[in-house]
């Protein structure tokens, strides 16, 4: 029997990132092929779909893992640490690999599934990239389902209990960024040229007002500044700068509304200033939106191997499992990761881990759900 401890630390000393998946995919495909699943590699450029048949293709559904690691310097010291300089399993997907592979390896061997399933290893879910590959290859085509299901851990979260809810449920994230030209110049002479660290600074500042003044206190929304770049010195005024950022909401409405005012800012402050400006947007991640019915399929099987809060709310984080869920019904659930120790820090924070501890709840809750209604 495959020690899934043991597994599940290989793949946290040996990260990877985006598509850039070799070793991972491999060890995982050896087992399910070893346990005589139909193992398709090459999904998505790097990702894998391993298939239990056991009932008929109608009432087929897809259970999905992700396997990518995040490009941070790992700051754990314990033996099972990243060997690969720059990338570490900060958010735990090392974690989600190993419990739906044991969850495929038990369902193997369970005389009692009535029913086709379709293990779904995803890469590249940090840049929101793998889902759609998988698609564009045709994941829904080649392997049909009537509903897919995800999972991730939650940090602080006692083990043992799942949090989901029906509808909106993790963040859309668009991104975006704002080059400044000004006219740069001598330190001492400000007022020969155009200073675009005062136009970057009254954008910032003005972008703040977006949540506050032209959205309903209703909406969740986040507008952030994360990049301040120039080309000035310690005695030279810049002549461009750059601004980059994220926003971050539930709904298409919410999105537009915050380009539209930030196209508005922006003009507005490079007029009053002397400046001018380009403004680029992109998508990284839809939002979220569990489906009613397949929410209460996942609820049920949580239910039967621990506790679950069924309306915890929306959460700010965006998750590459939309994608999916644009094509197929189905549901996503996050499960607790322990109030403690590691287990506890932020995802993507250089000493986080995944439990252990919590292998055998998410295998125990995929087992459930497979023996659920799709």
Not at 126 to 155: C, K, T, W, Y
Not at 286 to 310: C, F, M, Q
Request: net charge negative; hydrophobic share 40%; aromatic share 6%.
């Amino acid at each position: 029997m495959l020690d899934l401890t043991r597994f599940r630390q290989d793949l946290h000393t040996h990260p990877e990132i985006g598509f850039d998946l070799d070793r991972t995919p491999r060890l995982i495909a050896e087992q399910l092929e070893h346990a005589g699943l139909e193992v398709t590699r090459g999904i998505g450029r790097s990702g894998l779909v391993a298939t239990l048949r056991r009932g008929p293709v109608e009432t087929a559904i897809g259970f999905r893992a992700d396997m990518d690691a995040l490009p941070i310097e790992e700051a754990n010291t314990f033996a099972h640490r990243s060997l690969n300089p720059g990338m570490f399993h900060g958010c735990g997907h090392d974690g989600h690999s190993t419990m739906l592979l044991g969850a495929a390896l038990r369902l193997a061997d369970d005389p009692t599934l009535e029913r086709t399933i379709h293990f779904v290893f995803q890469p590249d879910e940090e840049n929101g990239n793998g889902a759609a590959a998988m698609v564009a290859d045709g994941l829904f085509d080649r392997f049909p389902m009537s509903a897919i299901f995800g999972l991730h851990n939650m940090p602080g979260m006692p083990l043992g209990h799942f949090a989901t809810q029906a509808g909106p449920f993790c963040a859309f994230e668009d991104n975006f960024e704002i080059q400044i030209q000004g006219r740069g110049g001598h330190a001492s002479m400000p007022d020969k040229g155009v200073d675009p660290l005062v136009t970057g600074s009254a954008i910032v500042l003005q972008l703040q007002s977006i949540v506050s003044r032209s959205l309903p206190a209703s909406e969740h929304a986040v507008v952030s500044v994360t990049e301040f770049l120039t080309d000035g010195a310690r005695n030279i005024l810049p002549s461009n700068v750059t601004l980059r950022g994220d926003c971050r909401g539930f709904s298409s409405e919410v999105s537009n509304t915050i380009k539209t005012r930030m196209r508005a800012i922006v003009d507005g402050t490079c007029a009053a200033q002397g400046a001018k400006a380009t403004l680029e947007c992109s998508t990284s991640f839809r939002p979220l939106e569990n489906n009613a019915g397949a929410t209460t399929t996942i609820v049920n099987a949580a239910h039967e191997v621990g506790s679950v809060d069924a309306e915890y709310g929306r959460v700010g984080f965006s998750e590459d499992f939309a994608e999916f869920l644009a094509h197929r019904p189905g549901a996503f659930i996050l499960m607790g990761n322990g109030v403690d120790g590691p287990a506890a820090m932020p995802l993507h924070n250089s000493s986080y881990d995944f439990n252990d501890d919590a292998l055998e709840h998410g295998v125990a809750f995929w087992v459930r759900l497979a023996h659920q209604g799709g």
